[in-house]
């Protein structure tokens, strides 16, 4: 199917995937190879403890139940089931490794219902999410994806950089005045009482999308190579810029809401909503967080 065609006249299996195409959004590139996930979905590059997201060769997204393939096509190489670290009470996980050209995927957290030397396109089912050892109590289920040299598809560090596409997605809270709009067993989703603008997360600084789980992964991270940033009036210089421009930098503070020092929040893409871990608060609460 070319670029250039009318939905209206396809018939089958080829208007069955032009209505999977207008349903996906292109999130990153990586050597040149598209990423793409449905358009409703959270995901996140940095908002992760894991050295391969500090590192920028890393992408979390939060399907709904189902993972999706984000590649034009691959192919099924392995599948293995680890053991991983108990941070929730769960002792093990899955690993599935795809060939994509010449490279291997790499995914974590995805009970496969695809087997070895199987053929997979873009946007099909390949598994169900879980809850993985890896995760903490205040992560959902999500997939992890790294795309590899396939003589090193299973180490923590390695992979190729990912450059994140700066989409205009979710709106931009004004000032630090947010309302808690759910309360969930381990965490808090909060929104912004004011809001200016879209961009990629729901904070930023000059105009330049942050994500990040401040300060409990120890780190965050601005979409563009500035010197310093600024969030909620604390001043924060970068330490790292990686290869795709993105500036990283220590989260060296503690977070206030209401005068309660809490765990942290999370910042994550395509997500308007501001992740909130710690403190005890009640849904409709209307909250100001502070930075120290």
Known sequence: MTDDWNKSELTG??????EVLEMK?????IRGLRFEIPKDTRYSF??????????????????????????????VEEIKKIRTPQYVPIREDYLIIFKVQSFCLKVLHVKPNVEVNEKIHLGDEFGEL???GFFRPWSD????????????????RGGLPVKPELLKLVSVAKGNRFEV????????????????????????FQNAPLEGGLPHYH????????????IFGKEIYIEERLPSDV?????????????????????????ERIKLIGGEFREGDIVEITIV
């Open 46 to 75: 940095f908002n992760s403890p894991y050295p391969p997201h500090r590192l920028g060769t890393a992408v979390d997204v939060y399907f709904r139940e189902k993972a999706l393939f984000p590649f034009e096509e691959g192919v």
């Open 219 to 230: 780190y965050g991270a601005v979409f563009e190579s500035f010197d310093k940033v600024e």
């Open 141 to 156: 289920k999500h997939a992890h994806f790294e795309l590899r040299e396939c003589i090193d598809r299973y180490r923590a």
């Open 13 to 18: 299996d080829d208007r069955l995937l032009a």
């Open 247 to 271: 500036g990283i930098f220590n989260a060296d503070f503690e977070i206030f809401v209401d005068g309660q020092k809490v765990k942290g929040i999370g910042l994550y893409c395509n997500e």
């Open 25 to 29: 959004m292109e999130i990153a590139k």
């Open 130 to 132: 879980v809850v993985s």
């Open 181 to 204: 709009v759910e309360k969930k067993e381990n965490y808090y989703w909060l929104k912004p009482l004011r809001k200016a603008g879209k961009s990629l997360t729901p904070l930023t």
